[in-house]
């Protein structure tokens, strides 16, 4: 099985395959740990799961390597403001990200790399550069890449900075920038008063933001690996610059394929703080909002559309895995009449195959979604008139579960996350942010499932007995922990608020 994955370097879809034909060795640019992730930098993480999973679920072995920049001038800057360590003040934002990532279900990558802790061969990978002629070193003690020496740049992002490279002048010494700028970049900077800086093979001083996915990347995939995803907004200067180094030094491809996921608009307009529509996954979290309601809007727009991020949005994906938890709920516990009725294996075995071909077609999730929501509307009519057999559950429940392979929407794990959440609001002084919502959502997590089908035995125990009294206050008591209990003809189910 190959994958036809949009190539940003090429313009053109693409049948992207490992190149050992068993491991896909891929690089993800992470955060940059100086604040909390925002739900555009989430957008991202959750794309490039989907894509994970999506290869996991194909028979691929793999290698994802993500980074981690716990260092860079925002990250200076802030620090130095508080007074604290740079180490001090990246673990915390360090730690809040990989909380959201799996409060958001995004799988960890097989390796994490910290800037940091790669000091050394970076200021080598420079050294390499500059015995090589791409690399120079000014008055400052500063190093940068002397890109009128690279003829390629700009291949990536398709900008043409031919009449500015022919006399390409000045150097360009931040992290960031947003211009169509062909100055030299920083790969080395010089030590300042009171900044971190290190000693090294190039001098004292840190390395600039460019170079440390470079160094890393080549580090565990090699001087060529399969694929290279981030954010579009890291197209350039980052990644164009990216691709400048490395094959400066080594005359190979660095990255085979290039995958870039747009961020998103908040109510039709760009996330800024200014316009107060900058929302980490934390603000939503607190405001009443399920992480799994979350991840299935995040997940619905193909990576490459611009997604509306909407509080309406937000309220039809909480519906929507609603639904699939329900109906999940009524294959598992409902009574069914024995046989088997071949039309419901054909459906299920239809939904998978949709499922996949959609996302084998540059990860199309919105019309995967939709092969199985049809599942979902066509197995519940059946249902409704009587033709779905107990020997037609476990095909449907295969298909559900190999939807969730993917997708991460179904285990009911949104109150743990949440009490987490509420418990951080806590210890930061935030707990006017909690909203009622949320405190209900968190109070679920206090009970377990097996907890919770104790009482639940008790409640049905005590109704058949007549017991009303009883029942009703385990009714009450499970309420109050945000269990809602359902009589139907088939016994009593429970789902979480």
């Not at 908040?266 to 799994?292: A, C, I, W």
Request: aromatic share 10%; proline share 3%.
């Amino acid at each position: 099985m190959a994958l036809n994955l949009y190539n940003t370097l090429s313009g053109r879809i693409e049948e992207l395959s490992p190149a050992d034909g068993k491991t896909f060795r891929f690089y993800a640019c992470g955060p940059t740990v100086y604040d909390y992730g925002h739900i555009g930098n989430f957008r991202t993480f959750i794309a490039v799961d989907v894509l994970r999973r999506f290869l996991h679920q194909s028979g691929f072995q793999l290698l994802h390597v993500m980074n981690i920049t716990d260092v860079d001038d925002k990250i200076i800057r802030n620090a130095n403001q508080r007074g604290v360590p740079i180490g001090e003040y990246t673990k915390k934002f360090e730690t809040a990200f990989l909380e959201d990532l799996a409060t958001l279900a995004v799988e960890p990558p097989e390796k994490i790399a910290r800037a940091t802790e790669h000091i050394p061969e970076m200021a080598d990978f420079i050294r390499k550069l500059a015995d090589k002629g791409f690399a120079y070193q000014g008055e400052d003690g500063s190093w940068y890449f002397h890109i009128a020496k690279f003829p390629e740049y700009g291949k990536l992002s398709k900008k043409d900075f031919s009449d500015l490279l022919a006399d390409a002048g000045g150097r360009m010494d931040a992290d960031e920038y947003e211009k169509d700028d062909a100055r030299d970049f920083a790969l080395w900077k010089a030590p300042k008063e009171g900044e971190a800086s290190w000693q090294t093979v190039i001098g004292p001083g840190r390395p600039g933001w460019h170079i440390e996915c470079s160094t890393m990347s080549m580090e565990f995939l090699g001087e060529t690996f399969d694929l290279h995803a981030g954010g579009e907004d890291l197209m350039f200067p980052h990644h164009e610059n990216e691709i400048a180094q490395s094959e400066a030094l080594t005359g190979k491809t660095f990255a085979r394929h290039w995958m870039h996921v747009r961020f998103l608009l908040v109510e039709g307009q760009k996330m800024s703080k200014s316009l107060g529509n900058f929302y980490t996954l934390r603000d939503l979290v607190l405001m009443g909002h399920k992480p799994s309601s979350i991840r299935l809007l995040l997940i619905s727009v193909p990576y490459r559309k611009q997604l509306n991020f909407t509080f309406d949005g937000l309220t039809q994906a909480a519906n929507s895995v609603e639904r699939l938890r329900n109906f999940k709920l009524r294959l598992e516990t409902s009574h069914w009449d024995e046989g088997t009725n071949p039309e419901i294996a054909t459906l299920a075995a239809k939904a998978i195959a949709d499922m996949r071909a959609s996302l084998d077609d540059d990860l199309n999730t919105a019309q995967a979604l939709a092969a199985v929501f049809d599942l979902v509307r066509d197995v519940n009519a059946a249902a409704d008139h009587g033709k779905v057999k107990h020997g037609d559950i476990a095909a449907v429940l295969d298909a559900l579960a190999r939807f969730d392979e993917i997708f991460a929407v179904l285990h009911d794990e949104d109150s743990a996350h949440v009490k987490a959440i509420v418990e951080w609001a806590r210890r930061e002084g935030l707990e006017e942010k909690i909203s009622p919502a949320t405190l209900e959502i968190a109070k679920s997590a206090a009970l377990s499932d097996l907890q919770v089908e104790a009482l639940v035995l008790k409640h049905s125990e005590a109704r058949k007995a007549k017991d009303f009294k009883t029942s009703d206050a385990l009714r009450d008591e499970l309420l109050a922990q945000g269990i809602v209990l359902e009589n139907t003809k088939d016994g009593v189910r429970w789902k979480r608020k």
